[in-house]
Antibody
C-alpha cells in the first residue's frame, strides 16, 4: 500500500525556518517525481515545488522561490522541504504528493497519492 | 501564467442529481487538465487525468471532458459520499489549481 507521511510542521515565528519531511513507503520511491502542495486555512490548493526522481530537476512556485528548498534522499525514501524566511502567508497545511507514472497520467503530471498533510503556522 | 477559473464556486444538489462543474483556462492547455476531490480535513484525491481519463478505483459516475480552454467534470448521479470540494488543475505549465467548487446537500 502506498503511504506518504509528512512531519515537521508546527508553530514558527515570522522570519524563522522549518524543515518538513515526507516518508514514503509501498512503492519504489526512487522512480517517482514528487511535489509539495499547500493549502492555507479555508483556501484552495497551491502547488509549491517539484523534484524529479533523481533530484536533478527542481521547480518552485514564484511565491516561495529563493526561500524554500526541496530535496530528496532516495536511500531513505524521503522527501524534504526546507523553508526559510517564513511569512504569515506561508501558513498552511503542506502535503507531499506523488506524480503519476506511466501513460497519459504521467504526461499530464497528475498527483495520484497524497500524504495526510502537516500544518505550518507562521505567527508571532 | 495560466489562470484557472471554475464555475460555479458552489452548488447545492440532491442525491441522484446530475452535477456539472466547469473549469476554464486563460489559454489553451490541450488536455493537460486533472480533477481532484477533497473532503473536509482530508487530502485531495485524483479523479480524472488528461481531461477525460478515469483514475483507477474512481466510480464510473465521474467523467471528464474538454480540451483547449474549456473543461467539464460531470457526476452522473450524485451519491452521499460525493459531497466535497472539486478542483481542476492544469499541468501544461507550472501546475496551478482552480479555486474549487463546493458541492453540498440541498
Amino acid at each position: 500500500e502506498v503511504q506518504l507521511v509528512e512531519s515537521g510542521g508546527g508553530l514558527v515565528q515570522p522570519g524563522g525556518s522549518l524543515r518538513l519531511s515526507c516518508a514514503a513507503s509501498g512503492f519504489t520511491f526512487s522512480s517517482y517525481e514528487m511535489n509539495w502542495v499547500r493549502q492555507a486555512p479555508g483556501k484552495g490548493l497551491e502547488w509549491v515545488s517539484y523534484i524529479s526522481s533523481s533530484g536533478s530537476t527542481i521547480y518552485y512556485a514564484d511565491s516561495v522561490k529563493g526561500r524554500f528548498t526541496i530535496s530528496r534522499d532516495n536511500a531513505k525514501n524521503s522527501l524534504y522541504l526546507q523553508m526559510n524566511s517564513l511569512r504569515a502567508e506561508d501558513t498552511a497545511v503542506y502535503y507531499c504528493a506523488r506524480t503519476c507514472s506511466g501513460g497519459s497520467c504521467y504526461s499530464t503530471r497528475g498527483f495520484d497519492y497524497w500524504g495526510q498533510g502537516t500544518l505550518v503556522t507562521v505567527s508571532s | 501564467d495560466i489562470q484557472m477559473t471554475q464555475s460555479p464556486s458552489s452548488l447545492s444538489a440532491s442525491v441522484g442529481d446530475r452535477v456539472t462543474i466547469t473549469c476554464r483556462a486563460s489559454q489553451s492547455i490541450s488536455s493537460y487538465l486533472n480533477w481532484y476531490q477533497q473532503k473536509p480535513g482530508k487530502a485531495p484525491k485524483l479523479l480524472i487525468y488528461a481531461a477525460s481519463s478515469l483514475q483507477s478505483g474512481v466510480p464510473s459516475r465521474f467523467s471528464g471532458s474538454g480540451s483547449g480552454t474549456d473543461f467539464t467534470l460531470t457526476i452522473s448521479s450524485l451519491q452521499p459520499e460525493d459531497f466535497a470540494t472539486y478542483y481542476c488543475q492544469q499541468s501544461y505549465s507550472t501546475p496551478r489549481f482552480g479555486p474549487g467548487t463546493k458541492v453540498d446537500i440541498k
